[in-house]
């Protein structure tokens, strides 16, 4: 048995009471998910964290698919006379562009921008794409890198470049647009609660902070275990503002023509980091069956070559039995640094069978999510494997449901805003008045911000929270990254 | 009946023999692979291109993934410092460089370029990641989009971003490296062979033709039907240049400090325009069954609307019948339209089924890559077209083998290579005597290069096609894209 520990368990994780930005970091390193490069603000995706990320993309991209939407590939260059042609949509996105000035040996006579989001070189080809209402609605979706130069960065949360999906689409009516933005974010809201055991809570982005060259953007917003939020998936409501940017037309039935409605919503690699804030602990991640890779690893114990043959041959065979398929860790490492490892990992469900195990015809499952330890007769094994991933599945969005809710608060005054922004966090839920003054005056004073708006409710006896004039808007408060 | 064609039927094709890169053109344009983008030299991957693109990722990946490679994702952006270290790989890939010089509202201080490829970026993960010789092998493949700055460009062939993957390994001994070399450029043959019905030649690079910082550069090459040849995939022996220059060492088993041996190996998007040209007709693309995202398109044919229902219920029942999922075109389209645009995106089954094939209990299978109609009895509909499909993937692979067997001969004069190359091209397999200047003079005067060195063999009674002294080497000829 070889005296040395893998580089993953050598990594010393941070408890998250102690330092939640520590033990974040940690975690990800414990996990091995993914590491710093030596361009500012950009992560190396390592293999177990873009196992994550091909998941996602598997799961979320089969859902897409079945919308009806297409996927395809845009230039990642934008030339930069593109951006200029929506407003609002350049004055967001100027002060986080990339742009390449230099190419092929030469000055370029036009700049080329690295695309931040692309709305604007995909419209530039439904423009030329769409010529009648029966091209519509056209829905294309794409999964690609985009640029956003970030001063302050953090793994997968907020990097200079990052892998998402991004959906387009166009459509004839403004109500057909409306119900595509609201379809996107249920699959949306699904993916995260049955995949990724995440619940969230959905609504609209107030003025301030919707999506620049939007109407409107729709949110999901999940809770991590520190107090704050994660907006984890956007879906916007673009109007006619880009058609009319980019002369998208179509002739309608009756021979007129007119601009199309359009909208757009993604999904990215941040998700990866929403996976660790909300499920996992202080012994590293946990992964939701739903997402791992390795959904079950087998630890054989032994202390002779015998033995370990004995157990690593049953191992296999009891793994070839399973439902899912299961790795067998038969490194000549200690048995402890074997199951941290895969604590560190998340694996789901660990096995452990040594030779007393073997003499007694079982074999011992341990759940990830709580750490319990049972010991199961090996006829009974797979069945039981089965039936313990859909229990850590459900068990998990209970936890985070059961936190999420135990974090929101109904909150009518301004003072106990500020103690609870000051103290655990969590959400708020809150009347606003609807003007931009308050809206600020929450940021300055509390760091919160409205993560969304969770319904309108015109004569509504709550008050504004911080003015104390009449609310039209209910919404959530909370820090968020 | 709408009277109206779709966009697809409506392409003029340009036969092939009139004018082969037009007919190229022509076809993507027909089939709706791809579009013009406004970005110099970048193209729109339209979503029938795209899904061949997904094909070639879910069919090439499994296969990558069973050689133990893992997926990752490393930066986009490389610090133009890493790629000056290795001499050899930025004088290769200086001129076609783009450069990021401002971003974030600011001029950098490092200038960033845009990955032509990733060995630098990754070379300087992998010196922090290995230590010890259990660390080896290491492999990693990433599928990602790179930039390089082209003048002359072409759809797929050659565009300034393409998509690809790029295996990069690292290992103890420079035998294994080598075997990983080979490896890799069987499964890429296998892959073009089996999948894409595309036969290929293989062997080693000349030293003028090999991958800038490679010791060896491995190819595999395919015959287009206009006699030119494409380097379809490559396979690089790196030696220990990268590790030398990136510094990855490790720990061998008796604890000495030795650099690694490395490979990389890639094939892009330009696999879709070899698609194009080895399997293409006068009538569009014709895609073999095994990479076809639609491999069977119903086109009922009715009169009246009450014979509508009647075929294309029929035609849904035969659909749910069958071994592979079939598409169903009910369109109000003429028959003749509906058939020329299925034709057009190379569809491999279209069965027409008419009211008298109902009366007649049956249906007709056209093979796209013949035009052969069969009646086939509806009873016997599923069967016929899982055989049809068989049949047609061996067909295409077995008319391409000929086609370049036919086109690939032994020459062993200088004036019938000039006269090959200025007439049919094709393959010319010849001496040569190792010397730079008879490789030089083969492309100044006929524009040929040496595709790839089938084999070495000191004392063969060949002589130098060029100058006529002793060959040390067999190589394949050809004017190439």
Redesign the interface.
């Known amino acids: 048995m070889a005296d040395e520990q893998t580089k993953e368990a050598k990594v010393k994780i941070t408890p998250r009471g102690e330092d939640f930005p520590r033990w974040y970091t940690d975690v990800i390193a414990a996990a091995d998910l993914a590491?710093y490069?030596?361009?500012k603000g950009?992560?190396?995706?390592?293999?177990y964290g873009?196992?994550l990320?091909?998941t996602i993309q598997a799961v979320l991209g089969a859902r897409i698919k079945e919308t009806g939407a297409?996927?395809?590939?845009?230039?990642?260059?934008?030339?930069e006379e593109?951006l200029r042609r929506e407003a609002e949509h350049v004055e967001g996105f100027?002060?986080?562009?990339?742009?390449?000035?230099?190419?092929?040996?030469k000055e370029l006579d036009e700049?080329?921008v690295?695309r931040p989001t692309s709305e604007t070189?995909m419209y530039?080809?439904f423009s030329?794409?769409i010529r009648s209402y029966r091209d519509l609605p056209m829905m294309?979706n794409q999964w690609?890198?985009v640029?956003r130069?970030?001063?302050r960065t953090r793994l997968f949360l907020r990097t200079t470049?990052f892998?998402w999906q991004e959906g387009h689409t166009a459509h004839a009516t403004h109500e057909e647009a409306e119900g595509k933005v609201l379809e996107m974010l249920e699959i949306y809201r699904e993916f995260l609660q049955d995949t990724m055991a995440i619940p969230v809570i959905t609504g609209a982005k107030s003025a301030k902070e919707k999506f620049a060259g939007a109407l409107q953007t729709h949110t999901i917003e999940a809770l991590m275990q520190d107090g704050k939020a994660l907006q984890c998936g956007t879906s916007h409501d673009l109007g006619q503002n880009f058609a009319k940017a980019f002369d998208i037309t179509f002739l309608d039935d009756e021979g007129e023509l007119r601009h199309t409605w359009q909208t757009s919503w993604g999904m990215t690699t941040r998700l990866i980091g929403a996976l660790v804030m909300v499920h996992g602990d202080d012994k590293g991640i946990v992964i939701p069956p739903q997402m791992a890779h390795v959904k079950v690893v087998f630890v054989p114990i032994w202390k002779s070559d015998e033995e370990k043959a004995a157990v690593c041959e049953a191992a296999r065979g009891l793994a070839g039995e399973m439902d899912v398929e299961a790795k067998i860790d038969d490194r000549d490492l200690r048995p402890a640094w074997r199951y941290t490892e895969w604590e560190r990992k998340g694996v789901p469900v660990r096995i452990e069978i040594g030779p007393r195990d073997l003499a007694n015809d079982q074999a011992v499952v341990v759940r990830r999510d709580t750490g319990e330890k049972t010991s199961v007769a090996q006829s009974e094994l797979a069945a039981k494997v089965t039936e313990t991933l859909e229990s850590i599945q459900r068990a998990m969005l209970d936890r985070a449901l059961a936190f999420r809710e135990a974090n929101t608060r109904d909150v009518d005054s301004w003072d106990e805003v500020v103690a609870l922004m000051e103290g655990d966090g969590g959400f708020a839920r809150v009347g606003w008045c609807g003007d931009e003054a308050c809206e600020d005056r929450v940021q300055e004073e509390t760091k919160a911000t409205i993560r969304c708006i969770l319904g309108e409710e015109p004569g509504s006896s709550r008050l504004c929270v911080v003015c104390g004039k009449d609310s039209t808007h209910i919404v959530m408060l909370a820090r968020a990254y």
Chains 1, 2 share one sequence.
């Open positions: 590491d490069s030596p361009v950009c992560m190396v995706i390592k293999p873009y196992a990320w091909e297409e996927n395809a590939y845009f230039p990642l260059f934008i030339p593109f100027s002060p986080e562009l990339a742009v390449v000035t230099y190419a092929g040996g700049k080329l690295v070189i530039d080809s030329r794409w294309i690609c890198n640029v130069w970030e001063m470049e892998l």
